[in-house]
């Protein structure tokens, strides 16, 4: 059974700090991963995705991918109490067609 | 962009009833995909259907579950004899193409079994 890990949380941090957030995965031929992040009571909406070693920076969030490790993190700069939320960490199965989940992490932003 | 459409919100069933959901994919959208959640948990694969061919589906999808995707448009996910453990959130997804396409979710359809 391939899975997709993640830390439930809650991770608490304030306003304005660094939350990061990390994700594993077991199956070794997952070829891309992807981060959303889900309010209470609605759907999940994309942050971002990332497919090849190393960082990619879409404005306050960097997703970092090591595929020799099977680990994916998502930073989140300068936190806003709006980042409140669950973020889902997804790796696509080897054949290239479902998103495997992880079951989230909670983040919570003090102001 | 009218996003993923999904249909009914909310359905609340009696034990044993059968229910039918409707999902409209994003139109340009070859890939359309089925999830579960419930709380507290990631979303679950359910099946998934490329054009009208349904070429994957999950260990968890019963023979109570019936998904079709006629004329590889809109699908259906039927439930039938519904129990309690069948209580979550139905989350329709689509997406362009394999590989790197990100699958862009519907607001779901939230399922109480009484």
């Known amino acids: 059974q391939k899975e997709v890990e993640q830390n439930s949380g809650p991770l608490s941090v304030p306003e304005g700090a660094i939350a990061s957030l990390n994700c594993t995965y077991s199956d070794r031929g997952s070829q891309s991963f992807f981060w959303y992040r889900q309010y209470s009571g609605k759907s999940p909406e994309l942050i971002m995705f990332?497919?090849?070693?190393g960082d990619k920076e879409d404005g306050r969030f960097t997703a970092q991918l090591n595929k020799a490790s099977q680990y994916v993190s998502l930073l989140i700069r300068d936190s806003q109490p709006s980042d409140s939320a669950t973020y889902l960490c997804a790796a696509r199965n080897q054949a290239g067609t479902a998103l495997i989940f992880g079951k989230g992490t909670t983040l919570s932003v003090s102001s | 962009d009218t996003g993923v459409s999904q249909d009914p919100r909310h359905k609340i069933t009696k034990r044993g009833q059968n229910v039918t959901f409707r999902c409209d994919p994003i139109?340009?959208?070859?890939?359309l995909y089925w999830y579960r959640q419930t709380l507290g948990q990631g979303p679950e694969f359910l099946t998934y259907?490329?054009?009208?061919?349904?070429?994957?589906k999950s260990r968890l999808l019963s023979d109570r579950f019936s998904a079709e995707r006629p004329k590889g448009s809109f699908s259906t996910l039927e439930i039938q004899r519904t129990e309690q453990g069948d209580s979550a959130m139905y989350l329709c997804?689509?997406?362009?193409?394999?590989?790197?396409?990100?699958?862009?979710f519907g607001n779901g359809t939230r399922l109480t079994v009484t």
């Open positions: 139109s340009e959208h070859n890939r």
């Open positions: 997804a689509s997406s362009q193409g394999e590989g790197y396409s990100p699958l862009h």
């Open positions: 990332i497919y090849s070693n």
């Open positions: 259907f490329q054009n009208e061919a349904q070429l994957e």
